[in-house]
DNA sequence: GTTGATTTTGAGCGATTGCTCAAGTTAAAA
DNA sequence: TTTTAACTTGAGCAATCGCTCAAAATCAAC
């Protein structure tokens, strides 16, 4: 052995990821992210390979993070529902002036990669239909449950939430609509609940 | 007087438009907008000033060319709900192949420009304001027609259109769930009608 | 045909981009 | 203490970026 790797591979590529989430990838220069994660490019490059690597790694890492944060609202609330109201609740209004966007990273990285063969296109494809998955999972539960009746699929349920969720990120990804955001969140759980 | 002009502004315009609609602001350069309007630089900058006034003109044509989408599908209609039907179906199903994007260009603009203070932000943020004006007289017509009833102003109307459209939007600016668009846009129209 | 205001052209500038690699630093093993 | 493999450093490369401007081309007016 000999010298050891000085840098937390998990905390530089949080910081790495928070500064893709707010520029996006294209106007994220590579001296930005040295900046951001103070490393040279020599030790940036020798651990991620490239620019794109990175990216790849900020990306994956978004969203365990993501599904870490809504499995801890889900332990502290009494049924799926409620966890993922509070789950909403915060992500559009508590977090709205810390976080780095009010968008969704997965929703800016498949909007941003327009070319149908690029990796990076493929990889924001991949993790949005990872989280389906899993929110599919949630919706089954909340299902048997007997939080939701049957009349759909726990899949378009998932769907459903998917197309509020970011419907409504969208919508308050601008200033002075805050006091907006909880009826709209009640009218879409409301909604949910009647499908 | 002396040497004409030889490129239509409109067209220009236009072309500019789809490509930056296609691979978004910063990860189109000028060389490629030289090719597609097929201008050469001195030409370009004499014209639009920058590759920034460019792309201002660009997203002012864009949300001309919707109104003026929507206006066309109405006056085929026998009711505006009808008309924003047909309309809605046209863009997420029968341009799915054609368009530079699944994603309305004024929603990948105001999720690219991060800068709170940048002229393009603003833009993007005027531009949306703009059309929301003017889906809520469309709904205010709608409400008068008797084709919705008033337990919603037209405003709240359009903010649940426009959550639902861009919702729908970005979750099918994917592959393969073509046949899903359909029965969630009938859907999307139903909650509008049971609001 | 000549003039002259106007537009088009494209070589190329300075800045910035993603990235490389030789040299320096570090610390476990001998 | 010496060795040596692993890691860090940062000057700087080749490519590309947005953009400029002197020269060439154009065409209405005379």
Redesign the pocket.
């Known amino acids: 052995?000999?010298?050891?790797?000085?840098?937390e591979r998990e905390s530089v590529v949080r910081l790495a990821s928070q500064l893709f989430w707010q520029k996006g990838f294209?106007a994220?220069?590579?001296?930005?992210l040295q900046e951001a994660i103070n490393?040279?490019?020599?030790?940036?490059?020798?651990?991620f390979?490239?620019?794109?690597g990175l990216y790849n790694e900020s990306l994956k890492d978004y969203t365990l993070q993501i599904k870490a944060q809504i499995e801890s609202f889900l332990s502290n609330a009494d049924s799926v529902l409620e966890g993922l109201h509070a789950f909403v609740e915060h992500v559009i209004i508590e977090t709205k002036d810390c976080s780095p966007s009010a968008i969704c990273m997965l929703v800016k990285a498949n909007s941003e990669f327009a070319e149908k063969d690029a990796n990076l296109y493929e990889l924001s494809l991949n993790q949005a239909a990872e989280f389906e998955v899993y929110l599919t999972q949630l919706f089954e539960q909340a299902i048997n449950n007997g939080e939701l009746n049957s009349s759909l699929t726990a899949l378009e349920y998932a769907r459903f939430f998917q197309v509020q969720f970011t419907g409504l990120r969208g919508y308050f990804n601008r200033p002075d609509v805050t006091q907006l955001a909880q009826p709209m969140i009640e009218q879409m759980f409301l909604l949910i609940k009647k499908l």
Chains 1, 2 share one sequence.
């Open positions: 052995m000999a010298n050891k790797i000085k840098f294209h994220t220069s590579t001296r930005d490393m040279r490019p020599g030790s940036i490059y020798s651990a390979g490239s620019k794109e």
